[in-house]
């Protein structure tokens, strides 16, 4: 694997590779099930026709938005739990995920009494057409009943993560994409309920993840003595720390709405290529970014025990893992690519822009990699603030790239390209940050 200080290619296995996989590899699946989830939802309703796929494509974006907007209920927790799991402090650790629990019962609720009756506005904010927007906010409405526990399964992952433990988050993930598929292709198939039938099915499975998780949390505290009660000054050191996370968040976000957005206003045949180039997008980086979530339940641990060595040699390698990985993708993808348009069912128009995108997403796989992976060291090392900052740079370089697609008619291939623009940004920024020392912060606290 090629190690992050000189990119050579090693043969011999390191230390730190048993460690990385052991946490590695049950993330893996665990998070490629969440764009499994999208992905059944697409090939399913891909059978109903290009409108109730493009509405499925800017529902599940607004939705994505919506709750993503909350992903520091589990980088956060993994980070703060993982360092204090390095201090030797698991009672304290533990406490620290029951917090962000609770928060994310507040946030979930609040999402879905603001967004639910703002459905239709939220929807026409991405500019899709009539027929497409109506669809998506049957969507929309349905699946945010199923809000506050996809905020739930956010924080629960944090806990687990930073308690090292990525094997449970597996089989409930597992399970619940498995009961998503059924319910899916019953409603909408069987019973033809439409796109209703998709979010319907959805919801009930994220519904049962919450409360998958809720209950192992909840054991966990009792074994270690711990309350589950919601504690004052745990709830509001939660919230502040993932203030900059929040943004960083926001930021990358607003790529995505953006992205939707643009393709929604050029047809209904571009954004129904781009949500599908989106989601098989989305599977291959998620399958990065459990390398990412390794290194991050490391890199916390590591820093909470005062180990800057072991954080800085966990780092070299899982980024070794990631470019390698990223380029293995890559050649995945380029075999699959000519079959993957029939597994959607898209009209042929369609198709011929997703075999174009789909280049483009291609060549973007090895940086994805290294991108994702030093995001999640960063985050593990509760270097926030400095993501934050580097998101609204990187923001910047896409709107300056789209823009510039837009206006020579680059059509969506163009803003693919604008997309891949950003993704070389984010890389610049993360790497010339990781190879500073200002990232190393020790102790059970960053402060």
């Known amino acids: ?19 990385i996989l052991r946490l590695a590899l049950p993330a893996f699946g665990a998070l490629v099930a969440e764009p499994l989830f999208l992905l059944a939802d697409s090939a399913i309703v891909g059978r109903l026709g290009t409108v109730p796929l493009g509405g499925l494509g800017v529902a599940s974006q ?4 919506l709750v993503g907007m909350s992903i520091f ?20 650790a533990i406490r620290q995920g029951i917090d962000g629990l609770w928060l994310a019962a507040g946030i979930g609720l609040a999402v879905l009494l603001v967004a639910w009756p703002l459905a239709p506005r939220i929807v026409l904010a991405f500019g899709g057409a009539p027929a497409v927007s109506r669809q998506a906010v049957t969507y929309l409405r349905i699946s945010l009943l199923g809000a506050p526990s996809m905020l739930a399964v956010l924080a629960g992952t944090g806990v687990l993560r930073g308690l090292q433990d990525t094997r449970t988050p597996l089989i409930v993930a597992a399970v619940a994409n498995a009961v998503n598929v059924a319910l899916n292709a019953t409603l909408v198939l069987g019973l033809h309920w439409g796109i209703a039938g998709s979010a319907w099915g959805t919801a009930i499975a994220q519904t049962g993840s919450g409360a ?33 996370l929040v943004l960083r968040t926001l930021a990358l976000q607003a790529v995505l709405v953006l992205m939707t957005a643009l393709a929604a206003r050029q047809s209904d045949m571009a954004i129904a290529a781009s949500q599908v180039a989106m ?7 998620y399958a990065l970014d459990a390398i990412a979530i390794a290194a991050q339940a490391i890199t916390g641990r590591y820093l909470g025990g005062g180990d800057v060595a072991g954080a800085r040699a966990a780092t070299r390698r899982a980024v070794g893992w990631g470019a390698a990985y990223g380029t293995l993708f890559s050649l995945v993808l380029l075999a699959l690519r000519p079959v993957l348009p029939g597994l959607f069912g898209v009209t042929p128009a369609v198709r011929d822009l997703l075999l174009a995108v789909l280049l483009v997403v291609i060549v973007q796989q090895p940086a994805a990699g290294v991108v994702f992976v030093l995001d999640g060291v960063l985050i593990g090392a ?5 993501l934050a900052v580097a998101g609204v740079v990187t923001l910047a370089v896409f709107g300056a790239a789209a823009a510039l697609a837009m206006s020579a008619g680059a059509g969506l291939v163009g803003l693919w390209v604008a997309y891949a623009a950003w993704m070389v940004a984010r890389f610049l ?3 010339l940050r990781a190879r500073s020392s200002r990232w190393l912060v020790t102790g059970a606290v960053r402060v």
């Not at 694997?1 to 460690?19: C, H, I, S, Y």
């Not at 309350?227 to 919230?239: C, E, W």
């Open 73 to 92: 209920l589990a980088y956060g927790t993994t980070a703060a739990v993982a360092r204090q799991l390095g201090a030797g402090r698991r009672d304290a």
């Open 212 to 244: 998958a998780y809720l209950a192992v949390v909840s054991r966990g505290a009792r074994r270690a003595g711990v309350g589950l009660r919601p504690d004052l000054a745990g709830l509001k050191t939660a919230a502040r720390a993932g203030i900059s």
């Open 429 to 431: 920024t993360l790497t």
């Open 62 to 65: 607004a939705l994505t938005t």
């Open 279 to 285: 989601r098989v997008w989305n599977l291959f980086v």
């Open 382 to 386: 509760g270097d926030q603030d400095y």
């Open 1 to 19: 694997m090629p190690t992050f200080a000189t990119g050579a290619w090693l043969v011999k296995r390191n230390p730190q590779d048993a460690e």
